[in-house]
């Protein structure tokens, strides 16, 4: 994503693949959709426009507002945007990503590639942060700490070639002892009341709703992908129930049981007890289990995968497809690298962290909002700027001629331009006559005898 953004060199160019963007994708009526709109004063797009452009002319809006009159309104009025309740920001990027993937990526797709939901979730730290609404104190993996903030809990789309992401929820805890702000009292009709419940609910209670929300909108994928902090029998349920398989790896760990050959085993134990694959397989062990919940069982594929960093441990995928070979799992899960690059883009590049300090809960939905839709932007240009698929109707054009041109057919359309070469130079016809005759002695008795070379010593003009 970086190359994108450096690619933007004048400043006219960006503005106007900016403009092309908001009016080709339609985002003035999407957002009207989201109850996103105002009946007097400055519109909304006008608002949404600025502070998208933010951080490709690198301002903040402090900065750009204390040195130039671009934006055309106060700071208040960006305040009051991010603040309302009612603007539903979940269903703006879904219906943005939708209508991205319907629109510019699929038709580059083949319909024969697995498209896939990706789930995971990334620390959204406010470290020194003390009033923020919802606050809490979240465990990061990455380094092994505790940290003050959320924990952005995000859906994406991927063909393997491009991700989109599609909706989040900015996720608290359920615990209210690692709460350190509690939530303010909003109307419990609004779409505010109802992503603070979200944001204190179990993430696996929220991404079943988050898939939702993208299959309401229209967009479909076969497989979500996600990691093992999200792999449990309630979740494959959840979303087996949605009709969607899972591709995931599993914590090896005694807790989870599988049923096996009549017992109840963890995936430890079959691993023990089974016959490893010798030699350099690229999976040392697949299996078929059924998974258990509340009396009720699912067939599962278990892939056992040599750990490249520790060749002495193994990573264990599941998948409920049990069509999948064991080489399609493991491709399959690979593309759920796609949302670690956008988490690192979206904070190193797209200011996620840094440039909303706001301590509403509302703000920072807004703002997450807004850095969606600048990455959903940029895989669009990368994906059209670089995509050799992406030329479009011509590059169609070509194909089904060249698929449609055979090779007697090619034959036939030279000697016809030979034909009108020698009525055009008739006065140089035996010269002509001459190179004929050597192309013929010089070509393949195969392929000279495609040619009626009789007749093109008889042509008459």
């Given at each position: 994503m970086s190359n994108v953004t450096h690619g933007f060199e004048n400043s006219n160019t960006l503005s106007r693949s900016i403009d092309y963007f908001f009016k080709r994708f339609?985002?003035?009526?999407?957002?009207?959709?989201?109850?996103?709109?105002?009946?007097?004063?400055?519109?909304?797009?006008?608002?949404?426009?600025?502070?998208?452009?933010?951080?490709?002319?690198?301002?903040?809006?402090?900065?750009?507002?204390?040195?130039?009159?671009?934006?055309?309104?106060?700071?208040?009025?960006?305040?009051?945007?991010?603040?309302?309740?009612?603007?539903?920001?979940?269903?703006?990027?879904?219906?943005?990503?939708?209508?991205?993937?319907?629109?510019?990526?699929?038709?580059?797709?083949?319909?024969?590639?697995?498209?896939?939901?990706?789930?995971?979730?990334?620390?959204?730290?406010?470290?020194?942060?003390?009033?923020?609404?919802?606050?809490?104190?979240?465990?990061?993996?990455?380094?092994?700490?505790?940290?003050?903030?959320?924990?952005?809990?995000?859906?994406?789309?991927?063909?393997?070639?491009?991700?989109?992401?599609?909706?989040?929820?900015?996720?608290?805890?359920?615990?209210?002892?690692?709460?350190?702000?509690?939530?303010?009292?909003?109307?419990?009709?609004?779409?505010?009341?109802?992503?603070?419940?979200?944001?204190?609910?179990?993430?696996?209670?929220?991404?079943?709703?988050?898939?939702?929300?993208?299959?309401?909108?229209?967009?479909?994928?076969?497989?979500?992908?996600?990691?093992?902090?999200?792999?449990?029998?309630?979740?494959?349920?959840?979303?087996?129930?949605?009709?969607?398989?899972?591709?995931?790896m599993m914590r090896k760990t005694e807790k989870v049981l599988f049923c096996y050959q009549g017992q109840m085993l963890s995936d430890k134990t079959i691993f023990k007890m089974?016959?490893?694959?010798?030699?350099?397989?690229?999976?040392?062990?697949?299996?078929?289990?059924?998974?258990?919940?509340?009396?009720?069982?699912?067939?599962?594929?278990?892939?056992?995968?040599?750990?490249?960093?520790?060749?002495?441990?193994?990573?264990?995928?599941?998948?409920?497809?049990?069509?999948?070979?064991?080489?399609?799992?493991?491709?399959?899960?690979?593309?759920?690298?796609?949302?670690?690059?956008?988490?690192?883009?979206?904070?190193?590049?797209?200011?996620?962290?840094?440039?909303?300090?706001?301590?509403?809960?509302?703000?920072?939905?807004a703002h997450t909002a807004l850095v969606f839709m600048r990455y959903i932007f940029l895989a669009v240009e990368m994906r059209e700027n670089k995509d050799a698929r992406s030329?479009?109707?011509?590059?169609?054009?070509?194909?089904?001629?060249?698929?449609?041109?055979?090779?007697?057919?090619?034959?036939?359309?030279?000697?016809?331009?030979?034909?009108?070469?020698?009525?055009?130079?008739?006065?140089?016809?035996?010269?002509?006559?001459?190179?004929?005759?050597?192309?013929?002695?010089?070509?393949?008795?195969?392929?000279?005898?495609?040619?009626?070379?009789?007749?093109?010593?008889?042509?008459?003009?």
């Amino acid at each position: 994503m970086s190359n994108v953004t450096h690619g933007f060199e004048n400043s006219n160019t960006l503005s106007r693949s900016i403009d092309y963007f908001f009016k080709r994708f339609h985002i003035g009526e999407i957002l009207r959709r989201c109850n996103a709109y105002k009946e007097q004063g400055v519109p909304v797009l006008t608002v949404l426009l600025y502070l998208f452009q933010l951080v490709f002319r690198n301002r903040s809006m402090y900065l750009d507002m204390k040195v130039s009159e671009r934006a055309g309104f106060a700071k208040d009025t960006v305040y009051r945007l991010r603040n309302s309740i009612h603007f539903n920001w979940v269903r703006f990027t879904t219906m943005l990503a939708t209508d991205v993937i319907h629109k510019a990526i699929e038709p580059l797709t083949s319909e024969e590639r697995k498209n896939v939901f990706i789930v995971d979730d990334s620390v959204f730290e406010r470290a020194r942060s003390r009033k923020v609404e919802l606050l809490a104190r979240v465990y990061d993996h990455a380094h092994q700490r505790y940290v003050r903030g959320f924990r952005m809990l995000t859906l994406g789309w991927s063909d393997g070639v491009s991700f989109i992401p599609v909706n989040s929820c900015l996720l608290s805890t359920e615990n209210a002892k690692n709460r350190l702000n509690e939530a303010k009292d909003v109307n419990d009709r609004s779409y505010g009341a109802r992503i603070r419940e979200m944001a204190q609910s179990k993430a696996t209670d929220v991404v079943p709703w988050l898939i939702q929300q993208a299959q309401r909108a229209g967009l479909h994928a076969k497989y979500v992908l996600f990691d093992s902090w999200f792999t449990s029998p309630k979740m494959l349920f959840a979303l087996k129930a949605l009709g969607l398989d899972t591709v995931a790896m599993m914590r090896k760990t005694e807790k989870v049981l599988f049923c096996y050959q009549g017992q109840m085993l963890s995936d430890k134990t079959i691993f023990k007890m089974c016959k490893k694959r010798r030699g350099r397989s690229k999976y040392l062990l697949s299996v078929t289990v059924d998974v258990c919940f509340n009396g009720e069982g699912i067939h599962a594929k278990l892939v056992y995968v040599r750990n490249r960093n520790k060749r002495n441990e193994y990573l264990v995928l599941l998948s409920t497809d049990m069509t999948l070979s064991e080489q399609e799992i493991i491709q399959l899960y690979g593309k759920r690298w796609d949302i670690e690059v956008f988490f690192k883009t979206s904070k190193s590049l797209l200011n996620l962290t840094e440039e909303c300090r706001s301590i509403s809960y509302d703000a920072m939905c807004a703002h997450t909002a807004l850095v969606f839709m600048r990455y959903i932007f940029l895989a669009v240009e990368m994906r059209e700027n670089k995509d050799a698929r992406s030329v479009g109707p011509l590059f169609c054009l070509v194909c089904d001629e060249i698929a449609d041109v055979s090779f007697s057919v090619a034959v036939e359309k030279l000697q016809l331009f030979l034909e009108n070469a020698l009525c055009r130079f008739n006065d140089w016809k035996p010269e002509i006559l001459k190179v004929i005759a050597a192309l013929k002695a010089d070509l393949p008795a195969e392929i000279a005898a495609l040619f009626d070379f009789t007749r093109l010593l008889s042509v008459k003009c």
